[in-house]
């Protein structure tokens, strides 16, 4: 058991850079709480105590802002980053090291049910191990989103989402494929994209210090014509004036 929470709580570190220690994600993660409920809830629904799941998973919906039905299937280490408004329907599927923002609908597109046959047909989507769904994204119907694909902020999605695709806007389009990743990429950014800041810092100081270095050339050829027209007194003053120019540099 502990193991099991260790393991969702490691989960959540390795995919978000704000959380900084397991104890802070015990207590200030939505996501993880949701998810540790329905844990529970998903038991009881396949117990067949239907009524008791959705209660408890309405009171966590109340205190978390994340509505997970009891029947959803949903694999390890899925993480809800931030949470609010996040809905996952009834017959949703979800593999492991999924990762949804806040604001995320797993969801149906025909509200009519004409028999009981009917609701127990599969409505919501199946999302493949390390999808990446960006925040107030909608995917929306029965059908799978592949291994290690993307979904762009915002967007809507109602058809299937091959494996590795990215997909962004309404309605839902491919704009690129990605290898699936093991190590996960905050905010769906392709791999190689983040910048790392102390190359950055590091590219900044090498512009600076080829800026002085021409700066400084360009004096010194000044100087070294001005030696020839001037008189040595004259030099001597210019020569003074332009080594404290440099160490003011
Ligand atoms: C979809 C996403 C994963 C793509 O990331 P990426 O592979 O780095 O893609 P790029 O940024 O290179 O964008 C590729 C193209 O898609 C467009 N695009 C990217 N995200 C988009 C979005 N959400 N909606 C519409 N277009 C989008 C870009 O403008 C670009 O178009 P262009 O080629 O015409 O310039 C990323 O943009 C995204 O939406 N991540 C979710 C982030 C999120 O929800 N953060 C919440 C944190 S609280």
Redesign the pocket.
Known sequence: MFKYIKQEIDGIMARDPAARSRFEVLLCYPGFHAIMVHRVTHRLWMAKWRVLARWISQVARFLTGIEIHPGAVIGERFFI??GMGVVVGETAEIGNDVTL??GVTLGGVSPSVDSDSQRDRKRHPTLGDHV?V??GAQILGPFAVGHGA??????VVTREVPCCV?V??IPGKP??K?AIEEDFDA????PG?QPDPVAQMVDGLKTQIGGLKSRIDDLERELAAYEKMASPGRVEEVRKAAARTVAKI
Do not use: K, P
Not at 187 to 190: H, S
């Open positions: 980053d931030h923002y806040q990446i960006g925040s993307r979904i762009g902020a915002n967007a990215t962004v806007g704009v690129s990605v905010y769906g950014m392709a994209e």
